[in-house]
């Protein structure tokens, strides 16, 4: 039977050598609540004994985007899977959840048991940067769905957060202090974008990058910060009133999220670094300034909405885990949002940036 299924172009040996080589992986994103081990139908994992008085569950799923073409382009998989799980954590980490558990999909077209694995070790990656176990997943072998060397790769996470301590925005108030919390780069939105800027102006990926030392690829495959330790510190000793994770929509689309009719934000340029990639992208794509922030993080992978008062606390617990973040801006009422000096969008992103 396994025969005729290989001619048909599925290798079940692939298959369970991808599952040998994947149980170490595994094992090292163990953690308290986690049960059994990869292999079962489900995958198992015991809230009860984490000692949540009324626990809410927080769910997430993503994927890494057209980003995985760059992957494939270069022939390098170890980061890829830290992507798929920052996009999932970073989100569920925005309403104060803590990422419990987490589960991956390769769907690929011919099995490569060393291409897989290196898909996965980078999953365990990310899932150890988060402090969650990888409890289950998926690998499918498809003929005929994937080129030559392809594959995708999607997530799904769920953390837990006491009710009493859930973050849905309803605390944000005018007068907030917003702290932007830096990105590693380009994360992993936009890319359809970027593949076409370098395809316009015929750039390649092993072209140098600047003085940097890297390749134009390896700046744009560094993986997605994932924010998880960090900010439950903040959360352990700060009220933050909202959370936004700057993700597809740049600014524009994420950051009102968290806003209560009514509300706006006024951000200063120049208050944090913009990432020299972003500045390249946008010469090379001669991109309007200000539409940037609308498709791209600019540098601000997330940003926390919290009273002033708490403001410096918050940037200094973040510093101690070597992680930079400033102020950024303040929530205004739409009705007095700046005027000079300011670029202003189509009134319906909230969203106001003074620019340089």
């Keep these: 039977m396994a025969e005729i299924y290989e001619k048909a172009g599925v290798n079940l040996e ?4 991808v599952v040998r080589r994947i149980k170490s992986h595994v094992k090292s994103t163990a953690r308290p609540g986690m049960m059994g081990g990869i292999g079962s139908f489900g995958g198992m994992f015991d809230i009860s004994s984490l000692g949540y008085r009324e626990p809410v569950l927080v769910s997430g799923t993503d994927g890494v985007g057209t980003k995985l073409k760059l992957a494939f382009e ?23 959840a803590e990422p419990l558990f987490f589960l991956d999909y390769v769907a690929i077209g011919h099995n490569v048991p060393e291409k897989v694995e ?13 402090g969650c176990a990888l409890i289950g997943g998926e690998t499918a072998e498809m003929p005929g769905m994937y ?7 999607a997530g799904f996470t769920c953390g837990a957060v006491e009710k009493s301590r859930l973050i ?20 992993s939105n936009g890319f359809s ?43 352990s000793k700060v009220d933050v009133h909202g959370i936004s ?13 968290i806003l209560k009719p009514g ?41 926390m909405a919290l009273d002033g008062k708490d403001a410096a606390k918050a940037v200094e617990i973040l510093a101690s885990h070597s992680l930079k973040a400033t102020v950024i801006g303040k929530v205004v009422e739409r009705a007095h949002a700046p005027a000079n000096g300011s670029e202003v969008t189509d009134g319906a992103s909230g969203v106001f940036i003074d620019m340089l």
């Design 245 to 257: 994770h700057i993700t597809g929509g740049g600014f524009d689309e994420n950051i009102p999220r």
């Design 118 to 130: 290196a898909i996965v070790a980078g999953v365990a990656e990310g899932c150890r940067q988060a």
């Design 168 to 187: 849905d925005g309803s605390k944000v108030s005018t007068g907030d202090i917003l702290v932007g919390v830096a990105s590693t780069g380009v994360h």
């Design 147 to 153: 080129g030559n060397g392809e594959y995708d790769i």
């Design 263 to 303: 509300q706006a934000v006024e951000i200063k340029e120049g208050s944090w670094e913009i990432l020299p990639v972003f500045k390249a992208l946008e010469t090379w794509g001669k991109i309007p300034h200000r539409e940037m922030f609308n498709v791209f993080n600019m540098g601000i992978g997330l940003v």
């Design 74 to 96: 270069m022939d390098r998989h170890d980061t890829i899977g830290i992507d798929a799980v920052a996009m999932c954590v970073n989100d569920v980490l925005a309403q104060g």
């Design 14 to 17: 692939a298959g369970y050598e």
């Design 193 to 235: 974008l970027v593949r076409k800027i370098l395809a316009d102006n015929s750039i390649r990926l092993d072209a140098p990058f600047m003085d940097s030392g890297k390749t134009v690829g390896e700046v744009l495959l560094t993986p997605t910060k994932i924010y998880v330790r960090p900010v439950l510190d903040v959360l």
